[in-house]
């Protein structure tokens, strides 16, 4: 609707405010209101979902077995990759060309191999190490054993995903070291600190605003890639799922069941993604972002949005010729 008004101090001349319309934001809204829609109808119409059976299989033992595994490996394999990452971070920055070339070596391999095969490799270890030997290099060995009993699906899998995962985290953690500012490093080592204590109190804390929000998303991508293990079987959610549907032979319904645990289980670490985002981003932006609670609130405290007042504009930046 149209607003008018009469700018003071301007005679009596109507100003007429007549707010912007947007015809390509109902056409979009429109069409997506009508994919949305057919989705749903398809969803609730079509039999062959089998939402029974999703809903008989969903809390089922064996499903929330699987579920609590791919939690168990994807908070160890996260854990490796960090801890690994970090070192090889420090080890590519180091003034040592054998150590940062070994580090580089070491990414090079992981990242340019993918690791469903390396996976495999790890499962079939035994085939190039029958006997696994803890002792002095080149020396006497204190523990040895067969690799069959060392490498299960389980070990298979946390060495497969770990490792992986160590080599894309190194190269997120040596980003975040290199955005922090070089002057950091320096005024430390005015003050006598070395370059581990620098690194540990001065450097990592500030690069955590760089390395957490690529972290969270690798921390969601290995929650997916767990599936992988499921060639080599272990019992994580996705191999529990097709061990029901290889018995009853309802394969949908048991893959619908695996896609919305999935779905879950991301949407809650993405929801702790964005709080660990805005605790690290302290100090770094005037105000922090608002959480999904403080913009809903704020949606329905507010009353409408109200006319932009044009004449109050006009006054303050009125021509005084």
Request: hydrophobic share 45%; no cysteine; net charge neutral.
């Given at each position: 609707m149209a607003?008018?008004?009469?700018?003071?101090?301007?005679?009596?001349?109507?100003?007429?405010?007549?707010?912007?319309r947007y015809p390509g934001r109902w056409v979009a809204a429109a069409v997506v209101l009508v994919l949305v829609a057919m989705l749903v109808s398809g969803l609730v119409t079509n039999d062959n979902y089998q939402w029974a059976v999703v809903r008989e299989y969903f809390f089922s033992e064996p499903i929330l077995r699987g579920l609590v595994?791919?939690?168990?490996?994807?908070?160890?394999?996260?854990a490796i990759g960090i801890v690994l990452g970090v070192i090889l971070a420090v080890m590519r920055l180091s003034p040592n060309p054998i150590v940062?070339?070994?580090?580089w070596t070491y990414v090079w391999f992981f990242r340019g191999t993918p690791v469903l095969v390396q996976l495999l490799v790890w499962f079939n270890l035994a085939a190039l190490y029958p006997v696994i030997s803890?002792?002095?290099?080149?020396?006497?060995?204190?523990?040895?054993?067969?690799?069959n009993n060392f490498i299960t699906p389980l070990a298979a899998a946390i060495l497969g995903l770990g490792l992986n995962e160590a080599a894309y985290m190194a190269e997120i953690i040596r980003a975040g070291i290199l955005s922090v500012d070089q002057g950091q490093t320096e005024a430390a080592q005015a003050l006598g600190m070395n370059r581990l204590r620098t690194m540990r109190r001065i450097v990592l804390p500030q690069a955590m605003r760089v390395v957490v929000p690529p972290t969270g998303n690798e921390t969601i991508s290995m929650l997916k890639t767990t599936s992988l293990a499921s060639v080599i079987a272990l019992a994580e959610l996705l191999y529990s799922a097709q061990i029901i549907y290889g018995r009853t032979f309802q394969t949908i319904p048991l893959l619908i069941v695996a896609v919305i645990w999935y779905l879950i289980l991301t949407s809650v670490l993405s929801a702790g993604q964005f709080y660990v985002e805005r605790y690290f981003a302290r100090g770094a932006v005037r105000t922090l972002p608002p959480t999904p609670l403080q913009r809903l609130r704020r949606q329905f405290s507010r009353g409408g949005p109200g006319p932009h007042d044009t004449a109050a504009l006009l006054a303050s930046s009125k021509d005084t010729r």
């Open positions: 607003d008018t008004r009469t700018a003071p101090g301007t005679g009596t001349v109507p100003l007429k405010a007549v707010p912007v595994l791919t939690l168990e490996l994807t908070v160890i394999a996260m940062s070339g070994a580090a803890l002792g002095v290099p080149f020396g006497p060995s204190f523990v040895s054993g067969s690799a």
